[in-house]
């Protein structure tokens, strides 16, 4: 089992930045890829980045690709998605989870944190 607790959240004016934290626990998080994804109000959760488990392939949405990084640190057991020239659509609840590959499809990943809130204003 893997624990994920998302932090780093909060409300931002467009064109700020932000960095969030997906810290885990239990099971080694080094042996699984990562990622990042995201559900607005009323919408259906959508894939962000992920990153394979040694930190060398990392996949962005083409919705945030130049914008958005993300990253990991093996000794601390976290994952970082560092988000700038945030736009009012990127408003969602973020989510982090882990799975044995990288991919876009949330069913790929068998971990999931409990999301924390990114608001942006225009």
């Known amino acids: 089992q893997v624990q994920l607790v998302e932090s780093g959240g909060g409300l931002v004016l467009a064109g700020g930045s932000l960095r969030l934290s997906c810290a885990a626990s239990?099971?080694?998080?080094?042996?699984?890829?990562a990622a990042w994804f995201r559900q607005a109000a009323g919408k259906e959760r959508e894939f962000v980045a992920t990153?394979?488990?040694?930190?060398?392939?990392?996949y962005y949405s083409e919705s945030v690709k130049g914008r958005f990084t993300i990253s990991r640190d093996a000794a601390k057991n976290t994952v970082y998605l560092r988000m700038n020239s945030l736009k009012p659509e990127d408003t969602a609840v973020y989510y982090c989870?882990?799975?044995?590959?990288?991919?876009?499809?949330?069913?790929?990943?068998?971990?999931w944190g409990q999301g924390t809130q990114v608001t942006v204003s225009s």
């Open positions: 990153i394979s488990w040694e930190g060398g392939r990392a």
């Open positions: 989870a882990a799975g044995l590959n990288p991919h876009t499809i949330a069913s790929a990943y068998h971990y």
């Open positions: 239990g099971r080694t998080f080094a042996d699984y890829a």
